[in-house]
């Protein structure tokens, strides 16, 4: 296929003011949880705010999506589906969706993609839900470069990848183990996510094979080198996950990809999804900001060691460096710019690890709460928490400007003004009575005044990218005339712009659909992991030639015993170095080996192939 034009960076947003913090910073499109039927439930956002966020983004010619991306019940439906047309009432540029039930309902004209719950990893799976009408589809988190590079080329709609935030040890719409453990549904939106406790890892003899860890618990995903190569490979939206994170995180996270993301749009001669440019007033710096640790996940296409966070599921923050010496109630060390209140993360030697917050800091002597646990010399200094920096990111809201063309010129018995948005040609005109502006007595003091004063925006959206001026004698004009135009221009201006991209969201054709072919068809799983909960997706299923045979592990109808709660391009094994594949497996153990916690005991099968990984298996629940 041909490749569009078009690069999109698209944020989270948990609710309005993230929403707005996301497209000031340069997003151009955010991704919002509706009142219901959202995958984060604590992310729900009224249908009210929906529709300021909408017309926030619409200014910008940014996008808003709807997150409406469980799977449902049949009692559901018909709200989800009444949901889905107020949601195209608030504004809402797509829907995300899952649950293919939606599609066998007559769903608003906006744009559906489909959600990275959909789990899909090759070209006939992404090929079978292009054929449904989807015009967005996100790829699973797992790729390598070649993957989604073969996965682009086999279909004509956009390809969304993620590139920054946390990561699911699971393939995405594939993990049952919270809902098997705890009765809580990630694809229901309710994740307790267990893959971040801690497990002990046990042989069939109950011998201990490591230390106790969080080895389902993976540091967050960094594709920031990698962008200009997934540009290449195809993907054309890139993604930020982070819909329960702050709109500091997320402000940081957005102007930190917009800055790399225009770099390559620029050099490969492509169009970034909005207008304007941003300003931030603080440097972003993605290791301040919430994470695990990070790492490149599969996108090399080897399967990588140490992508796990084993010691802790919480933020690691930024590395500050190990421990040169011991105080009572603290520590010594070059680390510079820590301040009083500033949260740290510390690994003693023997592996105890714990947080604490600075309470002073001077001449490299570090003082915790005297209750903080012993910090011993070289233990490792991960800094969660920065004052100064949060401080930054708070102090002043980002800018985002629109350039816009000035002109003005005159008429028999008029001076006319004209701010115009050159790549959508928008333009909105008002003009002076020139019984109301008398022939100025130094001509040349006020052109330059009129100039100057016409071309402050102030705090409006748009600046001043080119002024031109074409009268035969400069009017003499009070400031308060050319204030009160320049503001009704630009109000109007800001209208023109919200309304056109409004309206440019309604699709003006019918969503493309196909039979798909054989290939698309075998690719669908039939069994549980199809996610089918309902009558309607059941029947769109065999209406596209895929038959179902049995229902949800959610819908309560068939037990979690004996299948898999999940599957995961992850190791255990790789990632401790006892990779059966390079006979590096201990001879001292007995398989299965099994990950055991105070709530459940989980059996592991390992694949060891062209394509490795383990599956999970619910063995006993406490």
Same mark, same amino acid.
């Given at each position: 296929?041909?490749?569009?034009?078009?690069?999109?960076?698209?944020?989270?947003?948990?609710?309005?003011?993230?929403?707005?913090?996301?497209?000031?910073?340069?997003?151009?499109?955010?991704?919002?949880?509706?009142?219901?039927?959202?995958?984060?439930?604590?992310?729900?956002?009224?249908?009210?705010?929906?529709?300021?966020?909408?017309?926030?983004?619409?200014?910008?010619?940014?996008?808003?999506?709807?997150?409406?991306?469980?799977?449902?019940?049949?009692?559901?439906?018909?709200?989800?589906?009444?949901?889905?047309?107020?949601?195209?009432?608030?504004?809402?540029?797509?829907?995300?969706?899952?649950?293919?039930?939606?599609?066998?309902?007559?769903?608003?004209?906006?744009?559906?993609?489909?959600?990275?719950?959909?789990?899909?990893?090759?070209?006939?799976?992404?090929?079978?839900?292009?054929?449904?009408?989807?015009?967005?589809?996100?790829?699973?988190?797992?790729?390598?470069?070649?993957?989604?590079?073969?996965?682009?080329?086999?279909?004509?709609?956009?390809?969304?990848?993620?590139?920054?935030?946390?990561?699911?040890?699971?393939?995405?719409?594939?993990?049952?183990?919270?809902?098997?453990?705890?009765?809580?549904?990630?694809?229901?939106?309710?994740?307790?996510?267990?893959?971040?406790?801690?497990?002990?890892?046990?042989?069939?003899?109950?011998?201990?094979?490591?230390?106790?860890?969080?080895?389902?618990?993976?540091?967050?995903?960094?594709?920031?080198?990698?962008?200009?190569?997934?540009?290449?490979?195809?993907?054309?939206?890139?993604?930020?996950?982070?819909?329960?994170?702050?709109?500091?995180?997320?402000?940081?996270?957005?102007?930190?990809?917009?800055?790399?993301?225009?770099?390559?749009? !620029?050099?490969?001669?492509?169009? +970034?999804?909005?207008?304007? #440019?941003?300003?931030? &007033?603080? *440097?972003?710096? %993605?290791? /301040? $900001?919430?994470?695990?640790?990070?790492?490149?996940?599969?996108?090399?296409?080897?399967?990588?060691?140490?992508?796990?966070?084993?010691?802790?599921?919480?933020?690691?923050?930024?590395?500050?460096?190990?421990?040169?010496?011991?105080?009572?109630?603290?520590?010594?060390?070059?680390?510079?710019?820590?301040?009083?209140?500033?949260?740290?993360?510390?690994?003693?030697?023997?592996?105890?690890?714990?947080?604490?917050?600075?309470?002073?800091?001077?001449?490299?002597?570090?003082?915790?709460?005297?209750?903080?646990?012993?910090?011993?010399?070289?233990?490792?200094?991960?800094?969660?928490?920065?004052?100064?920096?949060?401080?930054?990111?708070?102090?002043?809201?980002?800018?985002?400007?629109?350039?816009?063309?000035?002109?003005?010129?005159?008429? !028999?018995?008029?001076?006319?003004? +004209?701010?115009?948005?050159? #790549?959508?040609?928008? &333009?909105? *005109?008002?003009? %002076?009575? /020139? $019984?109301?502006?008398?022939?100025?007595?130094?001509?040349?003091?006020?052109?330059?005044?009129?100039?100057?004063?016409?071309?402050?925006?102030?705090?409006?959206?748009?600046?001043?990218?080119?002024?031109?001026?074409?009268?035969?004698?400069?009017?003499?004009?009070?400031?308060?005339?050319?204030?009160?135009?320049?503001?009704?221009?630009?109000?109007?201006?800001?209208?023109?712009?919200?309304?056109?991209?409004?309206?440019?969201?309604?699709?003006?054709?019918?969503?493309?659909?196909?039979?798909?072919?054989?290939?698309?068809?075998?690719?669908?799983?039939?069994?549980?992991?199809?996610?089918?909960?309902?009558?309607?997706?059941?029947?769109?299923?065999?209406?596209?030639?895929?038959?179902?045979?049995?229902?949800?592990?959610?819908?309560?109808?068939?037990?979690?015993?004996?299948?898999?709660?999940?599957?995961?391009?992850?190791?255990?094994?790789? *990632?401790?170095?006892?990779? /059966?594949?390079?006979?590096?497996?201990?001879?001292?153990?007995?398989?299965?080996?099994?990950?055991?916690?105070?709530?459940?005991?989980?059996?592991?099968?390992?694949?060891?192939?062209?394509?490795?990984?383990?599956?999970?298996?619910?063995?006993?629940?406490?």
């Amino acid at each position: 296929m041909a490749f569009s034009e078009t690069v999109e960076l698209l944020s989270p947003a948990k609710d309005l003011p993230t929403a707005k913090a996301a497209i000031l910073a340069g997003a151009d499109a955010v991704y919002m949880g509706p009142p219901r039927f959202g995958a984060r439930a604590s992310a729900a956002n009224s249908l009210d705010d929906f529709s300021r966020a909408a017309s926030f983004a619409h200014l910008y010619g940014a996008k808003l999506y709807a997150t409406l991306n469980t799977i449902l019940t049949d009692a559901e439906l018909d709200e989800a589906e009444r949901l889905a047309y107020a949601l195209y009432e608030a504004g809402a540029d797509a829907l995300i969706i899952q649950d293919m039930g939606l599609l066998a309902r007559p769903l608003p004209p906006i744009e559906i993609h489909a959600s990275t719950q959909c789990d899909v990893r090759t070209p006939q799976k992404a090929k079978f839900l292009e054929s449904c009408g989807f015009s967005t589809i996100v790829l699973a988190r797992e790729l390598a470069l070649a993957e989604i590079s073969e996965i682009a080329k086999s279909v004509e709609c956009r390809i969304e990848c993620f590139a920054h935030g946390a990561l699911c040890v699971s393939y995405s719409g594939g993990c049952y183990l919270s809902a098997a453990v705890g009765s809580r549904s990630g694809n229901r939106g309710q994740c307790a996510q267990p893959c971040r406790m801690k497990y002990s890892l046990l042989d069939s003899l109950g011998k201990r094979a490591a230390a106790d860890a969080h080895f389902l618990s993976l540091k967050d995903f960094n594709a920031s080198s990698k962008i200009g190569e997934m540009l290449g490979a195809g993907a054309r939206s890139f993604k930020i996950e982070g819909r329960l994170k702050e709109a500091g995180y997320v402000k940081n996270a957005t102007a930190y990809y917009r800055k790399i993301l225009d770099a390559e749009i !620029e050099k490969r001669g492509l169009r +970034r999804a909005s207008l304007g #440019s941003s300003k931030n &007033f603080f *440097e972003p710096n %993605i290791e /301040k $900001s919430f994470n695990r640790g990070f790492c490149e996940y599969f996108l090399n296409g080897e399967s990588p060691e140490n992508i796990a966070s084993l010691d802790t599921p919480k933020s690691k923050g930024e590395y500050l460096g190990r421990a040169s010496g011991e105080l009572r109630f603290g520590f010594s060390g070059d680390f510079g710019g820590v301040s009083n209140g500033d949260g740290l993360l510390i690994k003693n030697p023997d592996g105890e690890i714990f947080g604490a917050s600075v309470q002073t800091s001077e001449n490299g002597k570090i003082t915790l709460p005297k209750t903080a646990p012993k910090v011993r010399a070289g233990a490792q200094i991960w800094r969660n928490k920065n004052v100064k920096f949060e401080k930054s990111l708070s102090a002043r809201d980002s800018e985002r400007k629109i350039p816009i063309r000035i002109k003005i010129s005159e008429s !028999e018995s008029a001076y006319v003004f +004209r701010f115009e948005e050159p #790549s959508t040609r928008l &333009f909105a *005109e008002g003009q %002076i009575d /020139k $019984s109301r502006a008398p022939a100025a007595l130094n001509p040349e003091a006020s052109r330059l005044a009129l100039l100057s004063n016409i071309s402050k925006l102030g705090q409006c959206p748009f600046e001043a990218a080119d002024i031109s001026c074409s009268v035969k004698s400069a009017p003499f004009l009070k400031p308060a005339q050319i204030n009160s135009t320049r503001r009704g221009l630009a109000q109007k201006l800001e209208s023109l712009l919200a309304s056109h991209f409004d309206s440019a969201r309604i699709l003006k054709a019918p969503r493309k659909t196909f039979d798909p072919p054989q290939s698309a068809k075998d690719s669908v799983f039939t069994d549980f992991r199809a996610n089918v909960m309902n009558e309607a997706a059941k029947s769109f299923y065999e209406s596209k030639g895929v038959k179902i045979a049995e229902p949800a592990l959610e819908s309560g109808l068939i037990s979690a015993e004996g299948r898999p709660v999940m599957r995961t391009r992850h190791c255990v094994l790789r *990632e401790l170095g006892m990779c /059966k594949k390079k006979g590096l497996f201990p001879k001292g153990l007995r398989e299965p080996l099994y990950l055991e916690s105070a709530e459940a005991r989980l059996r592991l099968n390992f694949r060891c192939g062209e394509s490795c990984g383990m599956s999970v298996y619910l063995d006993k629940k406490f």
